[in-house]
């Protein structure tokens, strides 16, 4: 259940700590008092898109936190664990959240970072919020659809069958790409397969460009690189005159030098080192010159083979990279195409049986809403006739769909006749407010036997009812609250007497500025509350005696 509510900086509310009890907690107070604010703060808390404007003039952010104690938690630890989260110690769950006036703001649970998703996805299996304008969509078919499935605890069926119509949509859609094309096929295979061939046959190789380019730039240069390197092993070698000839008697006469004059033992080695590497600068040209070559037709491939990576950059990209990647598309494209007729043949027999499998799916989840439906109208009958329809019906018509669904092989209808000899009606007919008000809380009531959720929360689900309606919207109020938590804000006494916990939202000004706080009250206070609301502001004997009856008589859960 949630224990405990924290508000700072949201509307009216400076800061406000509520404690939430087992059974049916009461929230009344004058209109205009903020009790809507409560509820704002746990839509915050599941998730909902925040307003800006919301936070308190003058503050800079509001922060809302819910503190649960789940009985049993495996399903929230479960949505924790998959999306890396430790898992609640002891059911204890605590969402957090703040909203910044400048736009943006943070998401916690359990005081770790999380995103907005996370916390619909986990409200979803804490809270069931209707609200004042809620009732609206139970004339959708969908959310009508939700509730016979969660009735039916449909879960397995209903996801067996979301399955099988994905994968049918997802062949459809194929088949329909592969008939698509049909009108240019030929020329996009003649296409495809000109860039393959054109690619695999110019053969490109990381790196080669650069090294083609290298050798180009020598090879244009050639004869006069071979001239001077010639010259210069002449020069240093090879003719009469060359360095190290004319260096020769030199060194015989240091050899024979360094045996007569200690000192020149050093001048000889300096001057085998010089002649060494002159001796080493030769040989490194004369190899260097082995490989240079004139041949003019080593040049025009060398030219040609340039050609060839300049014409595929043009056509193909700028890079090596994209060449090969132009290559690897067409490769796929291509044999896409070659095989589309076969391709069409396993789709076809892949949607037949897919098709199969959807019809199977299908009857299976029809099967399991028929057997829902069966039990759950008259539960709501029952219901109805207890909130103030003695004689009114509720039907639940569920017709075969003209082809399938999204949601299965079924359309549904929720159909109510509220008197005795009107024909049955879709919901989406009915003009009252409350009508529709009091048709959301027999739904609610019988679900709630159902469903897993532990808290259910209704804001004003009491609008437009009074006298003896009021009474039996409240005892049924305090019905649901044996199996589930319950929260409800009401402005009807009759209503209000039948908690078992009773807050007061009560609203003053200090110091120039409008304060909202939430006060828990004892039995004194409650009859008190329940006297304003039965006769205004101005409590008299005669409005407290018949509270202090009122609460007095009225059962509480």
């Known amino acids: 259940m949630l224990t405990l509510l924290r508000v700072k900086n949201l509307a009216l509310v400076e800061e406000a700590t509520v404690a939430f009890e087992p059974g049916l907690n009461i929230i009344t107070g004058e209109t205009g008092a903020g009790k809507s604010i409560l509820i704002g703060a746990l839509y915050l808390l599941l998730g909902e898109r925040a307003d800006t404007s919301a936070i308190r003039a003058g503050e800079t952010q509001c922060v809302v936190e819910a503190t649960f104690q789940l009985a049993e938690p495996q399903v929230v630890n479960d949505i924790l664990t998959d999306t890396g989260l430790e898992p609640c110690d002891h059911g204890l769950l605590i969402l957090r959240r703040t909203v910044k006036a400048a736009g943006g703001g943070q998401a916690f649970v359990n005081d770790a970072p999380v995103t907005l998703p996370l916390l619909k996805r986990l409200g979803a299996h804490l809270v069931d919020l209707h609200g004042p304008h809620d009732h609206q969509s139970l004339f959708q078919p969908a959310s009508q659809l939700d509730i016979l499935d969660s009735f039916a605890r449909a879960d397995a069926e209903r996801a067996a069958y979301a399955n099988a119509f994905s994968r049918r949509q997802a062949l459809l859609a194929r088949r329909e790409e592969l008939a698509g094309d049909r009108g240019d096929l030929d020329a996009q295979i003649a296409l495809y397969a000109h860039q393959v061939r054109e690619i695999e046959e110019a053969a490109p190789v990381e790196g080669e460009e650069d090294e083609v380019r290298a050798e180009q730039q020598t090879a244009g240069h050639a004869q006069r690189i071979l001239e001077l390197g010639q010259l210069i092993v002449q020069a240093t070698s090879e003719d009469e005159n060359s360095a190290l000839a004319i260096m020769a008697p030199a060194r015989k006469a240091l050899d024979e030098l360094a045996r007569l004059l200690p000192a020149a033992k050093e001048w000889l080695a300096e001057f085998r080192g010089h002649t060494d590497a002159l001796a080493a600068l030769t040989g490194a040209i004369q190899s260097e010159l082995t490989h240079i070559s004139a041949d003019p037709a080593r040049l025009e491939w060398l030219d040609q083979r340039l050609a060839t990576y300049d014409k595929l950059k043009r056509k193909y990209g700028p890079s090596l990279a994209n060449i090969l990647q132009t290559l690897a598309t067409a490769k796929t494209r291509l044999q896409d195409l070659q095989t589309r007729d076969q391709q069409k043949a396993d789709v076809e027999k892949e949607l037949l049986a897919v098709e199969k499998e959807l019809q199977t799916a299908g009857r299976a989840l ?192």
């Open 366 to 557: 029809r099967k399991r809403r028929a057997a829902a439906a069966e039990k759950l109208a008259p539960a709501i009958t029952a219901e109805l006739q207890a909130l103030g329809f003695a004689h009114g019906l509720f039907a639940i018509e569920l017709t075969p769909s003209e082809a399938p669904l999204a949601s299965g092989l079924d359309k549904l209808e929720f159909a109510f006749a509220p008197n005795v000899g009107e024909p049955m009606r879709p919901l989406r007919a009915i003009a009252s407010s409350g009508e529709i008000s009091r048709v959301m809380l027999g739904i609610k009531v019988v679900v709630a036997a159902a469903d897993r959720i532990p808290l259910l929360v209704f804001d004003e689900i009491d609008a437009n009812v009074g006298g003896e309606t009021a009474r039996a919207v409240g005892q049924k109020l305090a019905q649901a609250a044996k199996r589930r938590q319950v929260i409800a804000i009401t402005h009807l006494p009759t209503v209000a007497a039948c908690g078992a916990h009773h807050h007061a939202v009560r609203k003053e000004v200090q110091a120039g500025r409008t304060h909202t706080r939430v006060v828990a009250l004892d039995h004194a206070a409650r009859v008190e509350e329940l006297a304003r609301m039965l006769g205004g502001r101005e409590s008299t004997s005669v409005t407290l005696r018949h509270a202090a009856e009122l609460l007095a008589t009225t059962p509480t859960s």
